[in-house]
């Protein structure tokens, strides 16, 4: 059973970096027919998509966070990351990871999410 | 982007009801709506895919309908693990779009 773990610092200053890590277990990474995503949901409950990327390292990001996010992978840790930078506190939201399937259109399933509050 | 909305924002219903949801897309997104269910405090749970397809080990009185623009979840039998805020969220495009959720909550 695939599960997806995020990881990171809870707590960034506004202007900094923000970086996060999504651990998967119980899939590889490179296995297929898969994108590896990041998704926001913000302090008003609303869900936002960040970006994705394929195991070939090809990525997409969503036009309104574009100038600021990286997204990479590594597959011999079985790992992706986010990078978001020159956060505010408009990027103060909880951040999940997400596998999606290319075939059926799902995105399933999540990791638990992590807080990131940023403040000075 | 295309953008979802969803009636109602929030609804009061009482265990054994029969909910219907509202999803409506900008544009027509053929049959690319799925449905996430979010208990307080955890992460979106998928329900629904393909507008109608129950994603495995979900209950069957959960069912979807719809395509082109307008969507419905439906809820037959409203069970007390229920109550919780339900999104739906297009594939049509690979720039993802969610709707704004709706509150269920206990009469």
């Known amino acids: 059973q695939v599960q997806l773990q995020e990881s990171g610092p809870g707590l960034v200053k506004p202007s900094q970096t923000l970086s996060l890590t999504c651990k998967v277990s119980?899939?590889?990474?490179?296995?297929?027919?898969?994108?590896w995503n990041w998704i926001r949901q913000l302090p008003g409950g609303g869900l936002e998509w960040i970006g994705y990327?394929?195991?070939?390292?090809?990525?997409n990001y969503n036009p309104s966070l574009k100038s600021r996010v990286i997204i990479s992978v590594d597959t011999s840790t079985n790992h992706f990351s986010l990078r978001l930078n020159s956060v505010t506190a408009a990027d103060t939201a909880v951040y999940f990871c997400a596998k999606y399937d290319i075939l059926t259109g799902r995105f399933d399933p999540w990791g638990q999410g992590t807080l990131v509050t940023v403040s000075s | 982007d295309i953008q979802m909305t969803q009636s109602p924002s929030s609804l009061s219903a009482s265990v054994g009801d029969r909910v219907n949801i509202s999803c409506r897309a900008s544009?027509?997104?053929?049959?690319?709506l799925n449905w996430y269910q979010q208990q307080s405090g955890q992460a979106p749970k998928l329900l629904i895919y393909?507008?109608?397809n129950l994603q495995g080990g979900v209950p069957s009185r959960f069912s979807g309908s719809g395509s082109g623009t307008d969507f419905t979840l439906t809820i037959s039998n409203l069970q007390p693990e229920d109550f919780a805020t339900y999104f739906c969220q297009q594939s049509y495009s690979t720039l993802f779009t969610f709707g704004p959720g709706t509150k269920v909550d206990i009469k």
């Open positions: 990327i394929f195991h070939s390292g090809s990525t």
């Open positions: 393909g507008t109608s």
């Open positions: 119980g899939d590889s990474i490179n296995s297929g027919n898969y994108y």
């Open positions: 544009q027509g997104i053929s049959r690319y």
